[in-house]
């Protein structure tokens, strides 16, 4: 697996995907400015769920430069689609918060992740508006661009501020139970439309914690892998069963996840029962 997975096959993937994901950001920016709202090309996939011209140019550049340089690679988009493979495969979500970037709200970016021998290797999230690349590596630590970030550190639940998003595939009485639980316990939030920038605002030590009750993998495995590498505690299905088919993520300062898992397991179920690649299982926020 050295190719896939040695030092400088992982660095090498690192720097392109960083490269990458600057590119197709500042492009869609661009695209975003010259355009306004009303020729961005946009259609609508479901309720509430829309994709641009921008997205799938995006995902396009994304993908044949990925194969341009790694031809052995699989690839799993969200707007193209694709598939994990054996060996390495890269899960790409284009532009993360689409609504947002269509509206000209400032809360949206490009997350590129690759995964192999079973574990994310490294997850790139690139913030246009801000010009802003969150990335990491396993185990060598989490930055945004050349500072090394790590979580907030803070404990105390009347001063806790996070990012929680709602998700039309779980029910709505279940988020608005979750929000009680928080306001209950003192404890603020914020509803931003774009996990893979709420999960760079945790690892950066902005918010204490994120929470949805369904992500796709393509919303979600770079900024959880970045959000570790900055002390982070994750809490989700265990890593096939997450790309397959989604599900719940919980992410945050240690002390705090601990806290809202708690608080939350009464609300949901019982508390999470094991270890998996780069996540927990958590049976209470399926």
């Given amino acids: ?21 600057c590119r197709v950001g500042r492009d869609a920016l661009e695209f975003r400015e010259v355009r306004g709202r009303d020729a961005l090309g946009t259609k609508i996939k479901s309720l509430q769920d829309f994709v641009t011209e921008a997205d799938l140019k995006a995902e396009k550049t994304i993908r044949a430069e990925l194969a341009h340089h790694f031809p052995e690679d699989g690839f799993l988009g969200e707007e193209t689609g694709g598939a994990p493979t054996s060996a390495g495969y890269w899960v790409v979500d284009p532009i993360d918060g689409t609504a947002n970037f269509l509206r000209g709200l400032r809360h949206w970016g490009v997350s590129i992740a690759y995964v192999a021998d079973e574990r994310i290797q490294l997850g790139v999230v690139y913030d246009p508006p801000n010009d802003l690349t969150y990335h990491a590596r396993a185990g060598q630590g989490a930055f ?46 914020r509803r931003i439309g774009s996990a893979a920038i709420g ?16 992500l796709n993998c393509w919303d979600a495995l770079a900024g959880m892998l970045i959000a570790q590498e900055a002390g982070a505690r994750v809490i989700a299905p265990p890593l096939e069963r997450f790309t397959a088919c989604g599900g719940a993520v919980l992410c945050g300062v240690p002390a705090m996840v601990e806290l809202i898992d708690a608080l939350a397991s009464d609300l949901h179920g019982s508390a999470p029962d094991g270890e998996a690649a780069v996540s927990e299982a958590a049976p209470w926020a399926e």
């Avoid at 697996?1 to 995907?17: C, K, P, S």
């Avoid at 690892?203 to 949805?212: C, I, N, Q």
């Fill in 1 to 21: 697996m050295d190719r896939f997975t040695g030092d400088a096959a992982v660095n090498e993937r690192l720097e392109l995907a960083r490269g990458l994901a």
């Fill in 144 to 189: 945004c661009n050349d500072r090394s970030i790590s979580v907030s550190g803070n404990v105390d639940p009347h001063t806790a501020l996070g990012i929680v998003g709602v998700s039309r595939r779980t029910g709505f009485d279940r988020y608005l139970g979750f929000l009680r639980v928080l306001h209950d316990a003192g404890i603020e939030h």
């Fill in 199 to 214: 999960l760079a605002r945790v690892a950066d030590g902005v918010a204490d914690f994120y929470f949805e009750a369904h």
